[in-house]
């Protein structure tokens, strides 16, 4: 079957799920989500013809991981989004065994995207595998075509490059050439990102391993991005591997930035420390693009390989976070929810002054698709903080946690109902004595930004359709300064 052929029969495969309406309790509304079956990475996210582009990783046939496929979905404004046929299938040589992770550029009036074309070549999916780098290409931004002279980049650098591990090209225009980072692995296991540019998009000349890693740093680099945001050089990535230290990195595969050196001429990129971009569960193999405003906006994939996933019950698997918009201020990386995500906000409830002596809910403030925003004084308080998801009767709850005397915050999902337990915790500045939580609900997801995007913390959680309460707690009474909460729709 030709490409247009593989994605028509993705389309009907994708109607005929579809017609099973399956109840769907844990779909997320203001996610995106496939519209049936698996998903994974965010790929090509751009900006074409005045709308934003998101693809990802997607096996339109069921919700399990198998031949990748590129889903597809569009928006005026990064809040309301549009499903879109598939744009990229599996059907040649290079790629038949998935169309893995890849970015997008505009170029010469058309959408083109750089993907990973990906083939077994024996039974261990960690060593038998040939990654060669293709490219598709748009004029409607909606049928793509691959390019005839795939692959365009057909073998990994020889030499200290694992010639297998090579893969999900981030490309950017810069003065007169195209660049593209890459995500790969040295032939002894060490994480690496190369660098390769371009004049035409077509030949590619590798300049340089850009940046490698030392120590705990993982085996494996995936979905690289490198950009300069607000006057720094940083570096994206999805090192595997990376083992725990303290609270950080106890999620299977991490999302972390590092802030260094770029040289482009030379092709290297030097830092000291890379840092998590989420400390919660499930954030993975995030992509970025610069919006029409010029901010630096991140997406990553709300999910972690090998968790459990009971949405696969309702036919659907995986999401993507809320699109969050990076910034470097005075030297502290901020992390803050899209603000046009106010557009969807209905029935405020406010109050404020609410004094909390053991625990209290407040009247019209519960829900499962929500936004909740809490300045909270602990005064002399140890421990307080919020049940999120929660059911009296039934002890369900996700619960987060401010520890005074260590000035740490935790996530914990361990009664959150089926699925994943666990607990992550992360140190929180509080700001003039003042803690300050905005939190986005949206029925299988918790998004829990701190201190004004100092930091985040994602949960995927699957609570019962009762599990929808909200209760403030504290062992020694603390005011609630302000608490403004909103349902989205
Ligand atoms: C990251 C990743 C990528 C790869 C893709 C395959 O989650 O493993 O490295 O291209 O997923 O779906």
Redesign the pocket.
């Known amino acids: 079957m030709n490409h247009q052929q593989q994605i028509n029969k993705a389309v009907k495969g994708i109607a005929s799920i579809q017609k099973k309406n399956k109840k769907e309790y844990w779909r997320p509304a203001f996610h995106i989500t496939a519209p049936v079956s698996w998903m994974?990475?965010p790929n090509g996210f751009s900006m074409f013809k005045d709308e934003y582009h998101l693809f990802y990783?997607y096996h339109p046939y069921s919700p399990e991981?198998d031949n990748?496929h590129w889903g597809h979905v569009k928006s005026p404004d990064l809040v309301h989004w549009e499903h879109l046929p598939p744009a990229l299938a599996p059907s040649e040589p290079y790629d038949t065994d998935?169309c893995?992770?890849g970015s997008a550029v505009e170029a010469d009036g058309e959408l083109v995207l750089m993907y990973?074309g990906n083939v077994w070549t024996g039974p261990d999916p960690d060593e038998d595998l040939k990654q060669v780098q293709c490219l598709a290409t748009s004029t409607d931004g909606l049928r793509f075509e691959k390019h005839v002279q795939n692959p365009v980049v057909s073998e990994a650098p020889a030499g200290r490059t694992h010639p297998n591990h090579f893969?999900?090209p981030k490309v950017w225009r810069e003065n007169d050439y195209y660049y593209a980072v890459l995500?790969s692995r040295t032939v002894d296991n060490v994480g690496q990102a190369l660098l390769y540019r371009s004049e035409n998009l077509l030949e590619w000349e590798f300049m340089n391993i850009l940046a490698a890693g030392r120590g705990n740093m993982g085996y494996m680099w995936?979905?690289p991005d490198l950009f300069r945001l607000d006057g720094f050089d940083v570096l994206v990535m999805?090192p595997q591997g990376v083992l725990p230290e303290g609270e950080r990195y106890h999620n299977l595969h991490q999302a972390v930035y590092a802030v260094g050196d770029l040289d482009l001429e030379k092709g290297t990129f030097e830092f000291d420390v890379f840092h998590p971009l989420d400390h919660g569960f499930d954030f993975?193999?995030p992509q970025t693009t610069l919006d029409r405003f010029g901010r630096r906006i991140v997406i990553g994939?709300f999910a972690m390989?090998e968790s459990d996933m009971p949405e696969k019950e309702e036919l659907w698997a995986g999401a993507m976070s809320l699109p969050r918009v990076l910034s470097c201020e005075a030297g502290r990386w901020k992390s803050r929810p899209l603000p046009e995500m106010a557009d969807l906000r209905r029935e405020e409830v406010k109050r404020s002054g609410v004094i909390i002596e053991d625990e209290r809910q407040i009247e019209g403030v519960e829900g499962n698709c929500l936004e909740l925003q809490v300045v909270i004084d602990p005064q002399q308080a140890e421990q307080c903080g919020v049940d999120l998801l929660a059911n009296e009767s039934t002890g369900e709850k996700t619960k987060l946690v401010y520890n005074a005397r260590e000035q740490k915050i935790t996530l914990d999902r361990e009664k959150s109902g089926t699925g994943p337990g666990g607990t992550r915790t992360t140190d929180v500045v509080l700001e003039n004595g003042l803690l300050h939580l905005h939190i986005f609900i949206d029925h299988s997801t918790v998004e829990v930004f701190m201190q004004g995007g100092e930091k985040v913390m994602s949960a995927r959680v699957y609570p019962a359709e009762a599990s929808t309460g909200v209760r403030f707690f504290s062992d020694r009474t603390i005011e609630l300064v302000e608490i403004r909460k909103w349902k989205l729709s």
Do not use: K
């Open positions: 994974n990475d990783q991981w990748m998935g893995f992770s990973t893969r999900d995500g995936e979905c999805s993975y193999a994939w390989w």
